[in-house]
Structure formats: structure tokens, C-alpha cells
């Protein structure tokens, strides 16, 4: 015998459902696609002992992915530091500030190796904290 009518509604429905979690999970994992590129390329600087202007320059592209150009772009010094610093939950050490913000411009002398990673584990945490930001329609 088959099954009645409302088992076949059910199913269609469950499929339904299936179909609006998957497509939800794929626009979620294309939407965070930039953060793994970001980190991705966090990883090849770390391999090659590239410059802390590099590393700050990563940062701030991925920054400026999703947000208003005019308000990223603008930030400078300890302004960006603000900026990083309010949209994470990390702690920004003032030595990791001093060569995110203040190292890839002026001349420092050779940063401590200690300060270099910690300013890329900063990096990488909060790469994966990032998220676009929402601007209000107008």
C-alpha cells in the first residue's frame, strides 16, 4: 500500500528545508571566501620573512573588504589601532600596534622576532574574527 498523502508532503517539505540549509551553507562559505584567501597568503609572508608593511597591508585589505573605502582608507596610526582594536575581541599590545601601524612607514630599527610573530598570530586571529560589515541602507 502506499503512503498516505501527508507523508509525501512531509518529505517534500524535509527537502524543502534540505535545500534552504545547503543553499545557506554555500552563500556562507563563498561570503568568507576573502578571509581564507587572506589568511592563505598570511601564511606564504610568514614563510618568507616578508616585511611588517606587507603584513599591515594584508590587514588592511582585508579591512577594507565590506566596509565604507572612505572610513578604512582614511585610518592611519593610532586611529587604526582604534579600528583593529574595536573590531575584535583580541587585546592589542602596544608593541604589535607599534609595527602594524608605525613599522611599514618610518624607520624602525629591526624588529624583535617575538614582536614579528605575535603581530602575525594578531594577524591571523583576527583575520578570522573579521566580519563584513553591515551598512544601513539609505
Given at each position: 500500500?502506499?503512503?498516505?498523502?501527508?507523508?509525501?508532503?512531509?518529505?517534500?517539505?524535509?527537502?524543502?528545508?534540505?535545500?534552504?540549509?545547503?543553499?545557506?551553507?554555500?552563500?556562507?562559505?563563498?561570503?568568507s571566501s576573502y578571509r581564507r584567501h587572506a589568511l592563505e597568503e598570511l601564511a606564504m609572508l610568514r614563510d618568507e620573512n616578508s616585511p611588517i608593511?606587507?603584513?599591515?597591508?594584508?590587514?588592511?585589505?582585508?579591512?577594507?573588504?565590506?566596509?565604507?573605502?572612505?572610513?578604512?582608507?582614511?585610518?592611519?596610526?593610532?586611529?587604526?589601532?582604534?579600528?583593529?582594536?574595536?573590531?575584535?575581541?583580541?587585546?592589542?599590545?602596544?608593541?604589535?600596534?607599534?609595527?602594524?601601524?608605525?613599522?611599514?612607514?618610518?624607520?624602525?630599527?629591526?624588529?624583535?622576532?617575538?614582536?614579528?610573530?605575535?603581530?602575525?598570530?594578531?594577524?591571523?586571529?583576527?583575520?578570522?574574527?573579521?566580519?563584513?560589515?553591515?551598512?544601513?541602507?539609505?
Amino acid at each position: 500500500m502506499p503512503p498516505a498523502v501527508g507523508w509525501y508532503f512531509l518529505a517534500l517539505a524535509l527537502l524543502l528545508l534540505l535545500a534552504m540549509a545547503l543553499r545557506w551553507c554555500w552563500r556562507r562559505w563563498q561570503a568568507s571566501s576573502y578571509r581564507r584567501h587572506a589568511l592563505e597568503e598570511l601564511a606564504m609572508l610568514r614563510d618568507e620573512n616578508s616585511p611588517i608593511s606587507a603584513l599591515a597591508a594584508l590587514l588592511r585589505r582585508v579591512a577594507l573588504h565590506g566596509a565604507a573605502r572612505e572610513h578604512i582608507a582614511s585610518l592611519s596610526g593610532d586611529a587604526w589601532a582604534d579600528y583593529l582594536k574595536n573590531n575584535s575581541t583580541l587585546v592589542l599590545k602596544p608593541n604589535v600596534a607599534t609595527l602594524l601601524c608605525h613599522a611599514a612607514y618610518a624607520k624602525f630599527p629591526s624588529s624583535d622576532a617575538t614582536d614579528m610573530e605575535a603581530a602575525f598570530v594578531y594577524a591571523s586571529e583576527w583575520i578570522k574574527q573579521h566580519r563584513v560589515q553591515q551598512v544601513p541602507a539609505s
